[in-house]
Structures are given as structure tokens and as C-alpha cells.
């Protein structure tokens, strides 16, 4: 019979190695096969191609022989040892890399070194991760012969930004110390104890520069650096009152004794005048510099500072006036009036506090306001006659949830507070015609330049029409070009114009389309939001709501909680 065997070749391969004898057993493509599957070899990769052409030459050979010869042995490499195989990929942004690894079959696996040096071959030559490199050789091996198995074998480093300069203050403000009074042993607040922290010293440290990080350089997997972008930096400034220290150039400390207060990128500190009450025994007080009153400012009384006026208790049918902020721990009180029933206009409350800065207190009623940035009242809010130029809030730091009702409120773009208006239904009008009245002038003006232009430029064509119609010379040529060019300028000008029109128009929508009114628990009927030429008031009472204005109409949309 026709013999037939698998046997290793030098190539550490397997042949096919056949001895044909003439009417001897037949031999098939799958009789090789259950050989194949029988032996030691069965995990090689076949080469189905190299049986196929073993067994036609097998039927050649045996053809021309007579029954019982032998023919010449046949030999074919059937049977092959497959390496495994890799290839590496690098993201578009070279901040990754990958290797797939086809498994092997019978043939060698790749050990995590070589899998590192075909990466390298490829162009990657940081951010490995041996980890990975060894996970990768081990799931390969494992698998079935010619399985595709991937893994991140390499990842860059984000450069990252440095940290920008910061200015830390390094005592508190008179506004901060009130906003967080002194707990006593019994754990109860003492609201009229400001501390002798809010005065500083003579050479006392008030804020350090904290200087900006260069940050840190990174890479991608091919060795690419990646600069870091430094942090800002700011320049720390020595306010009026302050001096940067001879020993360290970030920090600085006061010239004087007085109270600190927070600057752009510094500090400042005023002459303070201290006084424990303001009453008809202390006399009015007006001071250059910052004015701290232990007690209260009695009826009748003025205080007039060019700093900051910070006030322990409360501040009844008085005049405070300040070039800076306004702190007053207790409450601003005036004389009850009747509000609803006089001309707005003709309303003149006993109490009165002008601000240049921000506001603070804890209840308001009756009063007379003026506040050029914020004003935030803690507790209540009631009847007042308010202008500020930022924003109302009633209630927390945290949380709009005091009680606003009634008065006049004239603010610069938002009004916030727990509840507004009065089940009463007391009239609690909003506007916000201050800005509006500021962006409605400058459209004024620009509508005038816009007007003297198109005026220019219609006399200037009508001037030129008649010169084209006037017999040349030289002197009508000159006329004629000088016309001209002065009406190529004032129609520039004209287009100019109308583009800061347009500008302007984008910058009044957007303000209008800023402000609101936002009541976080209760919106009462009799609330009114005026916005220039829109007047709208609320008829019934509402949850949690906020009116804002657009498509020229005022909304009243829900709050909802998340």
C-alpha cells in the first residue's frame, strides 16, 4: 500500500513525504487531513493548497506504473509554524498607542521586549507602560492561533497649564468679620462685636501674592515635547494705606492704622474713625477714611465717610453716606409711609444710605437707597425706595430667601428674594429703566450722528449732480473732486455709524433679555416689571417664579428645582 507520513523539516516546518505503490489504499485530501488532525502537528496552519497538488502528482506517478511498483517518494510542505505577528498604530493626536498582535500558530509568541522594540520600529518612543507590554505578550499566547488581540501599549502626557497668581488675603475685611460675628461660649451670636481684627497695624501683613506655576511639560508617544502654558500672572497692588514689604515683594502690609479692604489685586486700608454710638451726644460724623460705629446711628443723626462705614446695630431715620461699601449689622429703619398713596416721585423717607459700593444689612424698611454696585439685604425688605446699580437679593448669602414687598425698586439687571409682593396684594413695582435709560440716550445720539451724516451726504450728491452738469474747467474739475471726496467721507462715516447701530441694537436685546425678577418660593399678584416701554404686573400668585422679558413680552416661567 501507498505509504505516507509527516515529517519535520529543517525549516522546523512539516512535509508531507509520500512512497506511492500501484493498487495500493487510496489516498484523499481527507485522509491527510485525519493524519494531520491525529498528530502532533494538528495546531500548524495547513497549507490545503500543497495536499491538493501532493495528491495530483500522487495520481501522475502512479498512472504509468505497473501493479505492485514502487513509484519516486513525493514530498510537500503541508504543514507550517505561523509567528505571531504585530502592528502598531499612533493616534492622529500621537497621544496613544496601540498594538494588535495576531496570535500565533505553533509558531513563536512575542515576549513583551519584542513587542517594545516593534513599537519602537514604528515611531513610538515614550510613555510605555511595561504593565501593559507584559499583559499584551501574555493574552497573545493564550489565545487561538491567528486571533487579533489589541491593547494601549503607550500613552503621552498632557502638558499641563500653570496655576495662575492669586492674591490671598491675609486679614479679614470689617464687611466679612459682620457677615460672620463672633459666636459667644453659649454658642448665641453677638451681632455688635466686630473685633479688633477689622483694625490693622502699622506693618501689619494684609495680603500675600501667591506667585503663578510655569507648569508642566508633556509629551506624545513619539517623544514630541509639549510646552506647558504658564500660569497668569498679576501684579499685587499697594492700595492707598499700604506698601509692598522690604523683606518679601509678595507680600504686603499697611502703612497705617486702620481698616482693611479688598482691592483689584490688593489691598487698601483707610483711616478709620471708631465711635461707639452716633447720637446727638457724638455728634454727625465726616470723616476722610473708613468709619466703624460699635452701636447704632440715632434718628436724625448723619454719617458721611469716604471709605467704608461699617455699623454694629442699626441705623434708625438717618443719613449714612459712603465713598465705599456699607456694612450695618442690624437693620435700616425708617418712619412708616405711606408709599402706595403718594406720588413716587414725591416720597421722601427718613432714613436714607448712599453707597459707592456694595450694601449690606440685615432688615430694611422705609428706607431710601442708593447703592452703586450690589445690595443684599438678609431678612426682609419692605417699602423701601430702592437704586442700585447691580443686583437686589433678599436673603442669604447662598440663597435668595428673604421677603420682599412693596416700594419702588430701580435696579441694574437682576432682583432676586424668597418671596415678593404681599398676599395684600401691595404694589411692589421692579424697573430696570436705569440702564435702559443710559442705552436709550446713546441710541439717541447715535441716531443724531446717523441724521447729520445722511443730511452731509444727501447735500453733497445734490452739490455734485449740478457741477456734472456745469460746463468743464479746471476750476469746476477741482470743485467737482473736492465735492466728491468730502461726500466718500461722510458716507464712510455714514456706514460706520450704522454699524454702531447695529452693534448697539444687539447690545439693548441682550440687556433686555438679562434682566429678571426671581421669586424662589412664593410670586405675589401686584408685582410690576417695567422695562423700558414694557409694563407688565402680575395678576394672581405664583410658586416659584421668574419674569424675564422676550419677543417684547414679559414671561412668568416655574422654578424648577433640580
Known amino acids: 500500500m501507498t505509504q505516507f507520513s509527516l515529517i519535520a523539516n529543517d525549516k522546523n516546518n512539516v512535509d508531507l513525504i509520500i512512497k506511492p505503490i500501484k493498487d495500493g489504499d487510496q489516498i484523499t485530501e481527507t485522509t491527510i487531513l485525519e493524519l494531520i488532525e491525529q498528530s502532533e502537528y494538528s495546531r500548524l496552519h495547513i497549507n490545503i493548497a500543497n495536499i491538493k497538488n501532493a495528491i495530483a502528482e ?236 460699635e452701636g447704632d446711628v440715632n434718628e436724625g443723626m448723619k454719617v458721611i465717610a469716604s471709605g467704608d462705614i461699617t455699623v454694629g446695630g442699626c441705623v434708625e431715620s438717618a443719613m449714612i453716606e459712603s465713598g465705599g461699601d456699607v456694612t450695618i449689622s442690624g437693620g435700616i429703619i425708617g418712619h412708616k409711609h405711606d408709599v402706595e398713596a403718594t406720588k413716587i416721585t414725591d416720597v421722601k423717607m427718613s432714613v436714607s444710605v448712599n453707597s459707592k459700593g456694595n450694601l449690606y444689612a440685615k432688615y430694611c424698611q422705609y428706607a431710601q437707597i442708593s447703592c452703586s454696585k450690589d445690595i443684599r439685604i438678609e431678612k426682609q425688605l419692605l417699602h423701601s425706595l430702592i437704586n442700585v446699580n447691580g443686583n437686589l437679593k433678599v436673603g442669604s448669602e447662598d440663597h435668595a430667601n428673604g421677603v420682599l414687598i412693596g416700594g419702588y425698586i430701580k435696579a441694574g439687571k437682576n432682583v432676586s428674594a424668597g418671596s415678593i409682593g404681599a398676599t395684600a396684594g401691595n404694589n411692589t413695582i421692579i424697573s430696570f429703566e436705569n440702564i435702559i435709560n443710559k442705552l436709550n440716550d446713546k441710541m439717541q445720539d447715535i441716531e443724531s450722528r446717523l441724521q447729520f451724516e445722511n443730511d452731509k451726504t444727501t447735500e453733497l450728491k445734490t452739490a455734485s449732480d449740478k457741477l456734472k452738469q456745469l460746463p468743464k474747467s479746471p476750476a469746476n474739475t477741482e470743485m467737482l473732486s473736492k465735492v466728491i471726496s468730502t461726500y466718500q467721507f461722510h458716507a464712510k462715516r455714514m456706514g460706520e455709524i450704522l454699524f454702531e447701530k447695529e452693534e448697539h441694537e444687539n447690545i439693548v436685546q441682550a440687556y433686555m433679555e438679562s434682566v429678571s425678577i426671581e421669586a424662589t418660593d412664593k410670586l405675589y399678584h401686584g408685582v410690576q416689571f417695567i422695562l423700558g416701554d414694557i409694563n407688565d404686573r402680575t395678576r394672581k400668585e405664583y410658586g416659584p417664579s421668574k419674569m424675564n422679558y422676550k419677543d417684547r413680552k414679559i414671561h412668568i416661567d416655574p422654578i424648577v428645582n433640580t
Open 58 to 293: 500522487l495520481n501522475d506517478v502512479l498512472k504509468p506504473l505497473q501493479s505492485g511498483k514502487f513509484g519516486r517518494e513525493i514530498t510537500y510542505q503541508v504543514l507550517e509554524r505561523i509567528d505571531a505577528t504585530i502592528s502598531v498604530s499612533i493616534d492622529s493626536d500621537q497621544m496613544a498607542a496601540s498594538a494588535e498582535i495576531t496570535a500565533a500558530q505553533g509558531g513563536k509568541n512575542l515576549s513583551a521586549k519584542a513587542i517594545l522594540e516593534a513599537a519602537q520600529a514604528s515611531g513610538v518612543n515614550k510613555g510605555y507602560s511595561k504593565e501593559q507590554l507584559v499583559k499584551l505578550a501574555q493574552l497573545a499566547a493564550k489565545e487561538k492561533p491567528l486571533s487579533l488581540v489589541s491593547l494601549q501599549i503607550a500613552t503621552g502626557k498632557q502638558a499641563i497649564k500653570g496655576k495662575d497668581a492669586v492674591i490671598k488675603p491675609l486679614v479679614e475685611s470689617a464687611q466679612s468679620r459682620i457677615l460672620r460675628p463672633k459666636q459667644r461660649n453659649d454658642g448665641s451670636v453677638d451681632m455688635r462685636d466686630l473685633g479688633d481684627i477689622i483694625c490693622v497695624k502699622v506693618g501689619e501683613p494684609l495680603a500675600e501674592k501667591i506667585p503663578h506655576t510655569l507648569g508642566e511639560n508633556g509629551y506624545t508617544v513619539t517623544a514630541a515635547p509639549l510646552i506647558a502654558e504658564p500660569g497668569n500672572d498679576i501684579t499685587l497692588v499697594a492700595g492707598d494705606g499700604t506698601e509692598i514689604s522690604s523683606t518679601n515683594k509678595n507680600i504686603l502690609v499697611s502703612q497705617r492704622v486702620g481698616l482693611p479692604k479688598m482691592i483689584p489685586n490688593g489691598m487698601e486700608v483707610d483711616e478709620v474713625y471708631r465711635v461707639k454710638n452716633v447720637t446727638v451726644g457724638s455728634g454727625n460724623i465726616n470723616f476722610t477714611g473708613g468709619v466703624i460705629i
